[in-house]
């Protein structure tokens, strides 16, 4: 599904900058869609220890990050060697943005309950 | 955990919550919490669904987690050969009993131990950088560096202090992120004019001290240790030192940890000259290929 972005939520478990309800909220509303999705638990973090995993996060196409200010995000991800492109990234404030703004911009309209994914 | 012991590009465990063909769903209120518990751990964790999106995986180890219908083998090699797969079988556990299971594969196959401390590291914003190279000048603890192409780069971000902000606040163009700040637009947050027009005044704040704050404090300290030697009278001499300390750490939002972990003045003197010299030739260096 190459045309379908794919979706990163943060969990900023390192700190208490992000207000704990709104990523609650969120991760809540992630599990229960019928997405599919990736989480971590900081980006600092992996940033700070140039995780090749953001690398992978970075090349793969569209993305949508749920995190915390753009500019913060763009430059960790710079940070780690692994720069965001500059088209089909979506990057959601939850420092700052409601639970439900943060949300309906992750998860399309049609998102349903999970339905069979192969391995 | 010390940030200290934190290395870089160690392998790390991922754990993919599989449900789909062969494995039994899980139950919205199941999975929040699996994926909760698991995030709170340190672990990343993706989730997967018919249609949708992963990020691929380069290398490592993924542990892979799931109601099965059949069963799996332990371990297996992917395709590419960097990856190692683990399956679990996590029928009849709660998320408390997943986070023991995931630990102990982690145990078993010696992957580190994720995450445990506050990230906390300046991050660049190149776009705003003009490689003025004052933070290099004033980190007194080796944090910045230059490099090959002369370019400041943050080089030891495992010696920066915990919750110190102050080279953003030195910075002229407010190009230093600290992500976990909680003020704007040190943590990333849009800079206005106001931002900019604060940044300046504290620039000139530090030039009217003579450009360099730790210069500043080291003649308010001779001074005062001058007067206060005629004078005899200690107390004095640390009250001094603490109005000074406080006024800094006011100013700037030093954590009074940092400012007491100092090193002594001969060698703030020693570093402040390394620094202002490596930054000097960085200088002269791009000068001459500007030209």
Same mark, same amino acid.
């Given at each position: 599904?190459?045309?379908?972005?794919?979706?990163?939520?943060?969990?900023?478990?390192?700190?208490?900058?992000?207000?704990?309800?709104? /990523?609650?909220?969120?991760?809540?509303?992630?599990?229960?869609?019928?997405?599919?999705?990736?989480?971590?638990?900081?980006?600092?973090?992996?940033?700070?220890?140039?995780?090749?995993?953001?690398?992978?996060?970075? /090349?793969?196409?569209?993305? /949508?990050?749920?995190?915390?200010?753009?500019?913060?995000?763009?430059?960790?991800?710079?940070?780690?060697?692994?720069?965001?492109?500059?088209?089909?990234?979506?990057?959601?404030?939850?420092?700052?943005?409601?639970?439900?703004?943060?949300?309906?911009? !992750? !998860?399309?309209?049609?998102?349903?309950?999970?339905?069979?994914?192969?391995? | 955990?010390?940030?200290?012991?934190?290395?870089?590009?160690?392998? %790390?465990? =991922?754990?993919?919550?599989?449900?789909?063909?062969?494995?039994?769903?899980?139950?919205?209120?199941?999975?929040?919490? *699996?994926?909760?518990?698991?995030?709170?751990?340190?672990?990343?964790?993706?989730?997967?669904?018919?249609? &949708?999106?992963?990020?691929? *995986? &380069?290398?490592?180890?993924?542990?892979?987690?799931?109601?099965?219908?059949?069963?799996?083998?332990? +371990?297996?090699?992917?395709?590419? &050969?960097?990856?190692?797969?683990?399956?679990?079988?996590?029928?009849?556990?709660?998320?408390?009993?997943?986070?023991?299971?995931?630990?102990?594969?982690?145990?078993?196959?010696?992957?580190?131990?994720? &995450?445990?401390?506050?990230?906390?590291?300046?991050?660049?914003?190149?776009?705003?950088?003009?490689?003025?190279?004052?933070?290099?000048?004033?980190?007194?603890?080796?944090?910045?560096?230059?490099?090959?192409?002369?370019?400041?780069?943050? +080089?030891?971000?495992?010696?920066?202090?915990?919750?110190?902000?102050?080279?953003?606040?030195?910075?002229?163009?407010?190009?230093?992120?600290?992500?976990?700040?909680?003020?704007?637009?040190?943590?990333?947050?849009?800079?206005?004019?106001?931002?900019?027009?604060?940044?300046?005044?504290?620039?000139? @704040?530090?030039?009217?001290?003579?450009?360099?704050?730790?210069?500043?404090?080291?003649?308010?300290?001779?001074?005062?240790?001058?007067?206060?030697?005629?004078?005899?009278?200690?107390?004095?001499?640390?009250?001094?030192?603490?109005?000074?300390?406080?006024?800094?750490?006011? %100013?700037?939002? @030093?954590?009074?940890?940092?400012?007491?972990?100092?090193?002594?003045?001969?060698? *703030?003197?020693?570093?402040?000259?390394?620094? =202002?010299?490596?930054?000097?030739?960085?200088?002269?260096?791009?000068?001459?290929? +500007? +030209?």
């Amino acid at each position: 599904m190459p045309n379908t972005p794919r979706i990163l939520y943060c969990h900023c478990a390192y700190a208490n900058v992000v207000p704990a309800e709104v /990523k609650n909220q969120v991760l809540d509303a992630l599990s229960a869609s019928g997405v599919a999705f990736d989480a971590v638990p900081d980006l600092c973090e992996m940033s700070a220890r140039r995780d090749p995993a953001l690398q992978e996060l970075a /090349k793969g196409g569209a993305i /949508k990050i749920a995190a915390c200010y753009p500019r913060a995000v763009v430059w960790l991800f710079n940070a780690a060697n692994a720069p965001l492109p500059e088209n089909g990234i979506e990057i959601l404030n939850m420092r700052v943005e409601s639970a439900e703004n943060v949300t309906s911009a !992750l !998860l399309p309209d049609e998102a349903e309950e999970p339905g069979p994914a192969t391995l | 955990m010390n940030a200290a012991s934190i290395a870089l590009t160690r392998p %790390q465990l =991922r754990v993919l919550l599989y449900e789909g063909n062969g494995s039994q769903a899980f139950t919205s209120a199941e999975r929040a919490p *699996i994926l909760r518990s698991l995030l709170e751990k340190g672990y990343a964790v993706s989730s997967s669904r018919v249609g &949708g999106a992963l990020s691929a *995986i &380069g290398n490592g180890a993924l542990l892979v987690l799931g109601r099965f219908s059949e069963e799996k083998p332990a +371990q297996a090699l992917a395709d590419a &050969g960097d990856v190692t797969v683990y399956f679990r079988d996590v029928n009849e556990l709660d998320a408390a009993a997943i986070v023991e299971l995931v630990d102990q594969v982690r145990d078993e196959f010696q992957i580190p131990q994720p &995450g445990g401390w506050k990230p906390w590291f300046p991050v660049i914003d190149y776009d705003r950088c003009t490689n003025c190279m004052q933070c290099l000048s004033f980190c007194l603890f080796d944090v910045y560096s230059v490099s090959e192409d002369k370019k400041i780069k943050v +080089q030891n971000q495992n010696n920066c202090k915990t919750d110190c902000p102050a080279c953003s606040r030195v910075c002229p163009e407010v190009a230093i992120l600290f992500p976990k700040y909680k003020q704007g637009p040190i943590n990333g947050d849009e800079i206005d004019a106001e931002d900019l027009r604060r940044e300046a005044m504290k620039v000139d @704040i530090s030039a009217l001290l003579g450009g360099d704050i730790y210069a500043a404090l080291r003649d308010r300290s001779a001074k005062a240790k001058s007067r206060f030697s005629k004078e005899r009278d200690e107390d004095r001499a640390l009250k001094e030192r603490q109005r000074c300390l406080i006024k800094l750490q006011a %100013q700037m939002d @030093i954590p009074m940890e940092v400012l007491a972990s100092l090193p002594s003045p001969d060698e *703030i003197r020693a570093k402040a000259e390394i620094a =202002r010299a490596r930054a000097e030739d960085a200088l002269n260096a791009n000068r001459e290929g +500007q +030209q």
